[in-house]
């Protein structure tokens, strides 16, 4: 693990390190189904009486959804994004899988991003080095 933050020569009790993301979903065996074909991992089991599951990931930070509090709110934009080398591939599987896609693809310089909706209305995005 990271040692602890310092800033200005002060040591900061948090680490600037994103441990794991939750998604909140309100139907956690039709929710691990979609992020299932939509990112290309075998269902599995989910832990906490049901109520969460860990997305395999590639990285260190974590993905997990999360029934515990199914009177969320979704509005406002992602909350995080996912990396692809390939914005139209991405574009294409989302339409092959009758995704909401929110936004066009769009180009902010530094990056190209795609935004789309889980189906409990989470805003989600993918985005592309430009």
């Known amino acids: 693990m990271p040692p602890p933050s310092t800033l200005r020569g002060v040591t900061h009790p948090i680490q600037r390190v994103v441990g794991q993301v939750f998604i909140p979903v309100r139907d956690m065996p039709a929710a691990v189904r979609w992020y ?42 992602p909350r995080f994004f996912l990396w692809t080398h390939d914005i139209a591939a991405v574009v294409d599987h989302l339409r092959e899988l009758g995704v909401v896609i929110t936004s066009d693809v769009e180009d902010i310089g530094s990056v190209f991003f795609v935004q789309f909706e889980d189906p409990d209305g989470n805003p989600l995005m993918v985005c592309q080095r430009a």
């Open 36 to 77: 299932a074909e939509l990112l290309g991992f075998p269902p599995g089991e989910t832990s906490h009486d049901g109520t969460i599951f860990d997305i395999p990931t590639d990285g260190e930070t974590r993905l997990a959804l999360d029934a515990n509090r199914t009177d969320f709110d979704t509005a406002g934009p």
